[in-house]
């Protein structure tokens, strides 16, 4: 499939949505945040239903940490000593 075809396809979505343009919004977007989203979800159950064949890929280049789950898991953890 054409790349042109696909930004054409997106850039239609977009309007029908009413979003103005933005720079870095597309499809890899789109599916970074599926994948941060699903985070929770076993990595298999993950990459099958976002069409991943690799759980490599998943984890290198879509999943993202945001800031509340780091915090959470600064805050449990366990303190040496204590």
Known sequence: ???SLVRAWWERAEALAGLERKRGRGW?????KFAS????????????LGGWKSAKTVLRCYQQADEAQLRT???????VGA
């Open 28 to 32: 890899h977007s789109l599916r970074r």
């Open 1 to 3: 499939m054409k790349s």
């Open 73 to 79: 898991a600064l805050e449990s953890r366990r303190r």
């Open 37 to 48: 989203d699903l985070m929770h979800q076993p990595l298999k159950v993950l990459c099958e």
